[in-house]
């Protein structure tokens, strides 16, 4: 008993250095002065009845020895009860830190999740957004539309297809307003050559016009010329009768 009592009492002695608490430092340094108090009155009431002071022993027990050893058990339930309530707290914000920890990872996580959604949703409009408006202008140009505006912004990728669009639709408007020029030129020449070929078909009806004329003469002057040879003729016959 004697070494469990040593052992007990060096317990409480490397108890009483951890503890940092005022309330347990003070039940930790109440609990050994009650337990030599018993072990005193222990020590009384064995010498007592080795002297044969039996009146003694039961004083020592009943005046010393008891109310010594409520006061250690008192001692010691209030030292395990305050090391218990401190357990509990501690649990309780052992809990609360686990909570917190919990809500922040949460609040964490959905966070980065919606960081990550708008970037995605910024690269994706960064990425779309130029291939519909390059979309819209190959529609345009396609149509004949060579004068609707195109909006580059960035350096990248789109951003070079919407330069090469800008591009091609300059160099097919220079080409389109050549051709119209060459068409302009082609449609003057074939009314310059209408007009041509009007006043030559013109000339070639009056030309014409004046050839039957002279032909008609000339048949007038046949006519006249047989009629004269036919006079002269009928006036040899009659000079010769």
Known sequence: MTAALKTGAELQKNLGARL????????????????????????????????NEATAARRVVNDRLTPAADRYRQAGTALADWQLLQVREMRTRVDGSFRDLYIWIVVT????????????????????????????????????????????????????????????QQALAVTV???????ESVALASREIAQGNADLSARTEQQASNL???????????????NTAESARQARQLASS
């Open 20 to 51: 940092r608490h005022p309330d347990g430092r003070r039940l930790a340094d109440e609990l050994p002065r009650t337990q030599r108090e018993w072990m005193q009155a222990q020590d009384d009431m064995r010498a007592a009845r080795a002297a």
């Open 109 to 168: 996580t959905l966070g980065a999740v919606v960081v990550a959604m708008f970037i995605a949703w910024r690269i994706t409009r960064s990425v779309t957004d130029p291939l519909k408006e390059a979309t819209a202008a190959a529609q345009r140009i396609g149509a004949g539309d060579l004068g609707g505006t195109i909006h580059v912004r960035g350096r990248d990728e789109t951003a070079d297809l919407l330069s090469a669009l800008i591009k091609a």
């Open 177 to 183: 307003r050549q051709v119209r020029s060459g068409v």
């Open 212 to 226: 039957q004329q002279t032909a008609a003469s000339m048949e007038q002057m046949h006519s006249a010329v047989k």
